[in-house]
């Protein structure tokens, strides 16, 4: 069991930047790894971008070369750093402690942080 709690959040204007920040309340490096998902209105939620403990980095093909997962297991916090944004990046953003489990990404999410983007 963790808690995550998201922040950073707001308002961004189109081809501005954000940065996200998910702190836990125990050690990230005890899991598999830490990964960002949002979802939009009307929308599933969409995967973004994961890192493992060993710091290997995987992103969505609609984020990849916008936005830059890190993490600071000394922190026990992972970012998500968000650069040229578009009004459809509108969405509810969720941070995940995850632990591969048969082969499949399973863990615990944070109550999410609402980003908008417009002019």
């Known amino acids: 069991q963790v808690q995550l709690v998201e922040s950073g959040g707001g308002l961004g204007q189109p081809g501005g930047s954000l940065r996200l920040s998910c702190a836990a309340s125990r050690d990230i490096f005890s899991f598999n790894a830490m990964a960002w998902y949002r979802q939009a209105p009307g929308n599933q939620r969409e995967y973004l971008a994961r890192?493992?403990?060993?710091?290997?980095?995987n992103y969505a093909g609609s984020v990849e070369g916008r936005f830059t997962i890190s993490r600071d297991n000394a922190e026990n916090a992972v970012y998500l750093q968000m650069n040229s944004l578009k009004p459809e990046d509108t969405a509810v953003y969720y941070c995940?402690?995850?632990?591969?489990?048969?082969?499949?990404?399973?863990?615990?999410w944070g109550q999410g942080t609402q980003v908008t983007v417009s002019s």
């Open positions: 890192i493992t403990s060993d710091g290997t980095t």
């Open positions: 995940r402690a995850e632990l591969l489990v048969a082969g499949r990404w399973d863990g615990f």
